[in-house]
């Protein structure tokens, strides 16, 4: 996925500090635009579900719907 960012111009591989030998990725200008982009229609997406629904409450979603899926990332369904 980096690779195919990094061809799109989305991230930039840059010097580490901490070691020598590996690059830290961030996103560029265009990066941070997509991913603003994104967040953007995600939340007028999740506009439309409820109308009572303030931006606070989607914030507060979003946040504990991420940690949830961070945390059943690892759960073994079979």
């Known amino acids: 996925m980096v690779n195919d960012a990094a061809a799109r111009g989305l991230v930039e591989s840059v010097p580490n500090p901490a070691h020598k030998r590996s ?3 961030r996103l560029t200008g265009e990066g941070r635009a997509a ?3 994104v967040f953007d229609h995600e939340r007028a997406v999740l506009r439309q579900v ?3 629904l303030t931006d ?3 914030t507060a979603c979003i946040r504990v719907l991420s940690r949830l899926l961070r945390h059943l990332d690892d759960v073994d369904v079979d």
């Open 23 to 25: 690059l830290l990725i």
């Open 35 to 37: 991913i603003t982009a």
């Open 50 to 52: 409820g109308g009572d």
């Open 56 to 58: 606070d409450d989607i």
